[in-house]
């Protein structure tokens, strides 16, 4: 006699437990300009673009020691650029606004990565950082919190002459050495102060470019010594006229 086993639940179909799925990575928002080669990229970008300004406004300032008149007629073609084809000021008043943006999308892209990096090292340093890591550090910071107050001044003197003896209705040229005679000593060392400000950040601004662009890797030394070289120029250039009229120039 054979016997029949009932199988029952032995002879169901087991059911393999699910494959688990690979931890999904969360997805980086904000695309190009949210990374930080983005930023970077923005800051070379916008830097260039004020290099030039400083650079095309240095050799305009220079003009005052070809005269008056000289200085007065770079001012006012720049106000004129473009006429008859467009109204009087609107060339002048577009690169003025591609400036500020240019300003503005520098220092967002300075403070994104600052915080940035701050995430990425939460936990402080034990070993202290070296002598000139902290001196770049605060020149950078610090440099352009005085360059931001700087440029307020400087609108207010020699553009809309708010505070400059002469006001707003004189000219370019004498509001120009109104604003740095002998007795304003303390105005032409606000400017010393705020330019050698603008040379240290600008130095270090062309390095970080370069090396953003790839080009330090192997001419280190030439591209510091370029940049330092750079700077020097522009900051003397533009030292020049206020110190010139102190002593006595335009008189």
């Known amino acids: 006699m054979t016997a029949t086993i009932e199988r029952g639940s032995a002879t169901a179909p087991v059911t393999s437990p699910a494959k688990a799925s690979p931890p999904s990575t969360p997805k ?18 916008t830097g260039a673009i004020m290099v030039g300004f400083l ?17 007065n007629e770079y001012a006012h073609a720049l106000r004129t650029l473009g006429e008859p084809l467009v109204p009087y000021r609107t060339v002048l008043t577009v690169l003025e ?3 500020l943006i240019s300003v503005v999308l520098h220092m967002w892209a300075a403070i994104s990565l600052a915080r940035r990096a701050g ?6 340093y034990v070993a ?27 609108l207010l003197d020699l553009t809309f002459g708010v505070v400059n003896p002469k006001g707003f209705d004189s000219s370019p040229a004498d509001r120009m050495i109104a604003g740095f005679q002998p007795e304003r000593w303390w105005v032409t060392l606000i400017y ?16 970080s470019g370069f090396q953003t662009l790839g080009w330090a890797k192997d ?10 070289a750079v700077s020097a120029v522009i900051v003397l250039g533009f030292l020049a006229p206020p110190i010139a009229i102190m002593i006595g120039f335009g008189k």
């Open 28 to 45: 980086k928002t904000g695309g190009f300009l949210g990374s930080s080669n983005g930023k970077k990229v923005v800051m070379a970008v």
């Open 55 to 71: 650079a095309l406004h240095m050799l305009g300032n220079l003009k005052i020691f070809l005269g008056n008149d000289s200085f």
């Open 97 to 99: 606004a591609i400036l």
């Open 119 to 124: 995430r990425a090292r939460p936990v402080k």
């Open 128 to 154: 202290k950082k070296s002598q000139a890591q902290g001196y770049t550090t605060h020149i950078m910071r610090w440099g352009g919190v005085t360059i931001a107050l700087y440029l307020v001044w400087h």
């Open 192 to 207: 010393v102060i705020a330019l050698v400000m603008v040379g240290l950040h600008l130095r270090h601004g062309l390095w």
């Open 219 to 228: 001419r280190q030394r030439t591209l510091k010594l370029a940049a330092g």
